[in-house]
């Protein structure tokens, strides 16, 4: 014998049906809001770019203005001070075309032929508006890092401002990118960089920690530096998105911490940040 048809059963059921595609078109509403981006962005950089490791990019127009916002509040700076300094390396094209023609020179198999800086912008603007005697940044890779800094003292040095980069590096190779004009406001020191930096005899005025991305040797980093900071020093740490080494050190010297995080335009890379470490009220 046929079963009896119940309908109100039958609704209930269409009902749950339509609950559950309503739940879920939702949540594909989403994941194309959040995730479809970031899938093409991949795609793209796999096709597109060349790069494997530390990779490049510009930072959104939003995250630009975030960045100007933050600089001014960990130097006490007014904002449009601080962007005069965005500007001029934004508008820096020797240093954009040194960083593709040495990159095109070197026939690198690992980087793209385009001078983006991302957060290094930041860095940048730190050393403009701090005018530091010695800079200290560990682990330089191509030695992009080393060329924005260095672009920045040089700026300083032709506004009167003495100024001195150093990198340390362990591979005896890295560093193609850092050349003549810029490698004249400093230099790279060969080997471990905690051994460089017992060494190292000068006050430090600006440090960032770029190296060995470890907990402990980021820590380690720091506390053999510690002594060696000048008065006003800041120090940036270039992991701060996934270590608190920079923000514990900060707790215990009794300095403040404030963190920046990039937003990569166009690219999958979730982004790194910015940590800095400073006294405040000091200028
Ligand atoms: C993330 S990359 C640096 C990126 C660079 N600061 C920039 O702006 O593009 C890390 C670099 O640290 C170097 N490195 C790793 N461990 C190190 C160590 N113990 N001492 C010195 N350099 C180290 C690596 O060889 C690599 O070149």
Redesign the pocket.
């Known amino acids: 014998m046929r079963k009896k048809y119940s309908y109100t059963k039958r609704i209930k059921q269409i009902y749950k049906y339509f609950q559950i595609y309503r739940k879920h078109s939702y949540r594909f509403h989403m994941r194309s809001h959040y995730v479809e981006k970031r899938v093409e962005s991949f795609f793209n950089w796999l096709t597109n770019s060349k790069e494997v490791?530390?990779m490049?990019y510009d930072i959104t127009d939003i995250n630009k203005e975030q960045l100007i916002h933050f600089i001014s509040d960990v130097t006490n700076k007014n904002y449009a001070f601080v962007k005069t300094y965005l500007n001029e390396i934004t508008n820096d094209e020797k240093l954009k075309n040194h960083i593709i023609n040495n990159t095109i020179k070197n026939k690198d198999q690992f980087a793209d032929n385009t001078s983006y800086f991302g957060r290094?912008l930041g860095?940048y603007m730190l050393v403009r508006i701090l005018k530091p005697k010695v800079v200290v940044?560990?682990?330089?890779?191509?030695?992009?890092?080393?060329c924005?800094l260095s672009a920045a003292i040089k700026k300083n040095k032709e506004e009167g401002f003495e100024g001195r980069y150093f990198?340390?590096?362990?591979?005896k190779t890295?560093?193609y990118l850092f050349s003549k004009p810029y490698s004249e406001y400093g230099k790279i020191i060969r080997?471990?960089?905690?051994?460089?930096l017992k060494k190292f005899t000068s006050k430090i005025d600006l440090f960032?920690n770029?190296?060995?991305?470890s907990h402990e040797?980021e820590a380690l980093e720091y506390n053999t530096i510690k002594n060696k900071l000048s008065k006003r020093a800041y120090i940036i740490g270039?992991n701060s998105h996934e270590s608190r080494a920079l923000y514990d050190f900060s707790n215990k010297n009794n300095r403040n911490f404030l963190f920046f995080k990039e937003e990569p335009l166009n690219h999958f890379y979730p982004g790194a940040g910015i940590g800095v470490s400073y006294i405040k009220n000091q200028l």
């Open positions: 490791t530390n490049t290094r860095w940044e560990t682990g330089i890779d191509k030695g992009l890092g080393s924005v990198g340390t590096e362990l591979s890295n560093g080997g471990d960089s905690v051994e460089s960032i770029d190296s060995d991305h040797y270039d």
